[in-house]
């Protein structure tokens, strides 16, 4: 039987046919092919036996094409040609695979390598074929479809057995002259070689990309790219940069260990071609062979006295050299070289040009101008006589800086634009850091929009100097932008960012907001500072956040800082302006207790927490305690008692303290506007329109409830058109009016009240 596979082409397009035909799976009658096929599947077993003495690859094959043991017992029938050249096919790969096994024993690893490499291409190829198979032969049993298996597969390890599997399988674009080559061969058709090309070759891509997968992940864990991660780490690198600079490093590390791989495979070869030159019988018998090593060969049949040919394996790549361990061969080094020469101009600055004759007199007219004139023409003819460097105009902005401040910031903004002046980032950053030190916010933004259009993104310098000034200037919204920004490029925030955004939620009143920034400082391993603890709990004191006051005490006592004497008011002033003056009164005893002589500001706010309950009998009783340890009261604590009398409208009583507070020193504003309360109560009309007058003279530090208790009290001592005057000018700077203070004027335009006798 001539041939296992092939058929004429009227068999191929009917087998076509008949599975196009019938997809349901119904029986139907066998293609020539498939006879053939069922012909031979008595002979599977022996095929599969063959295979299994091919260097190990065989043995996988055998038991993927599903051959029981009940078929290799069955006797075998006297063997056809086939059969008896698959029996010497075997005893020729068993021979084989002895020196194999020798092979193996004197530490052949590249042999290994390639029969793992045939075994893997094996397994995967019996599988695809096998489904390949069973799509077209659907009807068939699992015995045929293992038989004919067998025999593929006894073809292909034919073929790989004259070569490795790249020499044997091209790329798809070279598949037809792949089965040119094949063409001689009358055992499988033309379509089943195509099929078989086309598995192999998606076999193959498929290994080399699992192949280069496995090796990126080990270039991934290699030392040398975890030092650079870990280098980049430490210098504020993060994210999605990070990933891509990891990834970027494991790819030239992959490159590089292909280059060397390429670089062992050409002397490997070129030890080969000269082990064969040499042993050789032609070059035994007339002499020619290598000299030092390299291979000569000449034209076939050419003239005695022609010279040989030096044939020498072709380099590929770049040629790669390393220095203390660094790759020099990158291209990357040139720009290194050129920054280098930049950075040592600027560590080793020049000598600024010297300045004479003409340039000399435009440099004092430039000097001498004032804050509001033009210097754009004296700089054209300053750059014009000069032709300056980066120095020189250095030099100039210096001189300016001594005379006029203001007028070297107006120079510099117009040199950003100057081509001799040379502006990078840095330039930028100064101007930026000196507007912001000013508190000129819009000038600080005109620079940074300049910045952004010349192409320069802000770098976390930048972006902190805007948070600080933000912060300072109370705008939340762009400080929270700028500091959002610092993490969005993958910087890590400093301690100076983190204090100033804090700064920023407390000036907002925000102290919630501003203890998370907190916390998220304690996770990354930076310390606040005691001052941002002092801020974050004076700015729960002040609204009477008990609960967050004494977190942040507990929170700087686990970080070193113990309670001193600023804390401990502070406490105080929190349980008092909570109404809690047992609390308070407790942590003013611990302070004490604890050593800390209590002062004006911390018994003034203990007598405040008990004005918020009235408790005027437990205040004197504190004070007498006070008193008798050899505390004197200050100007706080008597002003809380004059505020607190006032209410109560102990005119005398708030008189005498008023006296012991100007017998102290001067007075504090605030204290008008409990004796304007008090004496318009009182109908004391004249006293009370005196301490108005002070209040009016500072009216836009006065605070809503402050207006709402002036407008109260004039009203209830019948001074209407004064309490509505009062009234417009709280709403012009901005403060909505309550309903309890529209209420009261309606009453009182519609009820006058009954003025009191004024004393």
């Known amino acids: 039987m001539k041939s296992l596979f092939s058929s004429n082409a009227r068999a191929r397009r009917r087998l076509f046919l008949l599975l196009r035909q019938n997809p349901s799976g119904t029986p139907s009658p066998s293609p020539p092919l498939h006879r053939s096929l069922v012909f031979y599947s008595s002979s599977s077993a022996l095929s599969c036996t063959a295979f299994r003495g091919g260097r190990g690859l065989a043995c996988a094959t055998a038991s993927a094409c599903g051959v029981s043991e009940t078929t290799k017992k069955t006797p075998l029938s006297p063997s056809p040609p086939l059969l008896r050249g698959l029996i010497r096919r075997a005893h020729s790969l068993q021979l084989l695979q002895k020196e194999e096994k020798e092979g193996r024993r004197r530490g052949e690893e590249a042999g290994e390598e390639e029969d793992s490499t045939m075994n893997e291409f094996l ?78 070759n998606l076999i193959l891509e498929d290994m080399r990309k699992t192949r280069k997968r496995e090796e990126m992940k080990k270039c991934l864990q290699a030392e040398d790219v975890k030092a650079m991660c870990q280098f980049a780490r430490d210098v504020g690198v993060r994210g999605d940069m990070l990933r891509e600079m990891r990834l970027k490093w494991g790819e030239e590390k992959f490159s590089e260990r292909e280059f060397y791989r390429s670089l062992e495979r050409l002397k490997a070869e070129s030890d080969a071609a000269s082990t064969r030159l040499i042993e050789s019988p032609a070059n035994a018998g007339d002499g020619s062979g290598d000299v030092d090593g390299i291979g000569h060969s000449g034209a076939d049949g050419g003239e005695e006295g022609s010279s040989p040919s030096v044939v020498l394996p072709q380099r590929r790549g770049k040629i790669k050299y390393r220095i203390y361990g660094l790759d020099m061969s990158d291209p990357k080094w040139g720009d290194v070289a050129e920054r280098l020469s930049q950075a040592e101009k600027v560590i080793v600055p020049e000598e600024p040009k010297m300045i004479t004759g003409k340039c000399k007199l435009v440099t004092q007219k430039i000097l001498s101008l004032s804050e509001n004139e033009d210097p754009s023409a004296l700089l054209a003819e300053w750059a014009e006589l000069l032709e300056p460097g980066k120095v020189d105009w250095l030099a100039l902005l210096d001189k300016l800086k001594e005379r006029n401040p203001v007028l070297s910031f107006k120079v510099a903004e117009e040199l950003l634009s100057e081509q001799s002046f040379m502006a990078d980032i840095r330039d930028y950053f100064k101007l930026i850091d000196g507007h912001a030190k000013e508190n000129r916010v819009e000038d600080a933004e005109r620079i940074l929009q300049k910045m952004i259009a010349k192409g320069i993104t802000p770098d976390i310098l930048t972006q902190t100097v805007l948070v600080h000034m933000y912060s300072k200037a109370g705008n939340l919204e762009r400080a929270k932008a700028a500091f959002d920004d610092i993490r969005n490029h993958g910087f890590r925030p400093d301690a100076k960012a983190y204090n100033s955004m804090i700064l920023a939620y407390v000036n907002d009143g925000q102290p919630k907001a501003g203890e998370a920034l907190m916390r998220e400082m304690e996770a990354r391993d930076i310390k606040p500072t005691k001052e941002i603890y002092m801020e974050l709990l004076r700015s729960f004191a002040q609204r009477g956040h008990v609960d967050g006051a004494q977190r942040i005490v507990n929170t700087m006592q686990f970080a070193g800082y113990q309670p001193d004497l600023e804390s401990c008011t502070l406490l105080v002033e929190a349980y008092g302006q909570a109404g809690d ?76 303290a008023l006296n012991k507070i100007a017998e102290k020193g001067k007075a504090p504003f605030k204290i008008n506007i409990s004796l304007c309360d008090m004496y318009a109560r009182a109908g004391i009309k004249k006293k009370a329109l005196e301490a108005l007058g002070i209040i009016e003279s500072k009216l836009e530090s006065l605070r809503v409830d402050e207006f709402e208790r002036i407008i109260h009290g004039l009203l209830a001592g019948g001074l209407v058109s004064d ?28 009820i006058p009240r009954q003025k009191s006798g004024t004393r």
């Open 123 to 200: 397994s995967r190829f019996v599988s695809v074929m096998r489904g390949k198979l069973c799509d077209v032969y659907p009807d068939c049993s699992k015995d045929t479809i293992n038989s004919m298996l067998a025999v593929i597969v006894q073809k292909v390890v034919a073929e790989l057995e004259k070569g490795s599997i790249e020499h044997m399988i091209t790329d798809a674009s070279s598949t037809a002259l792949a089965m040119g080559g094949i063409q001689s061969h009358d055992d499988l058709s033309l379509d089943l070689w195509t099929t078989v090309w086309e598995a192999s």
């Open 723 to 750: 309490a509505k005057r009062i009234h417009e000018i709280m709403q012009k700077q901005g403060h909505p009016s309550s309903e309890p203070i529209k209420v009261a004027l309606m009453t009182a335009q519609v």
């Open 581 to 656: 003056p047992d609390q308070a009164r407790n942590n003013f005893d611990f302070m004490i207790k604890a050593g800390h002589k209590p002062d004006d500001r911390c018994t003034a706010s203990m007598i405040a927490a008990y004005e918020k309950k009235n408790l005027l009998d437990k205040a004197l009783a504190l004070l007498l305690d006070l008193e008798k340890n050899g505390l004197e009261l200050g100007v706080s604590t008597y002003t809380v008692l004059v505020d607190w009398l006032g209410k109560l409208q102990l005119v005398d009583e708030a008189e005498q």
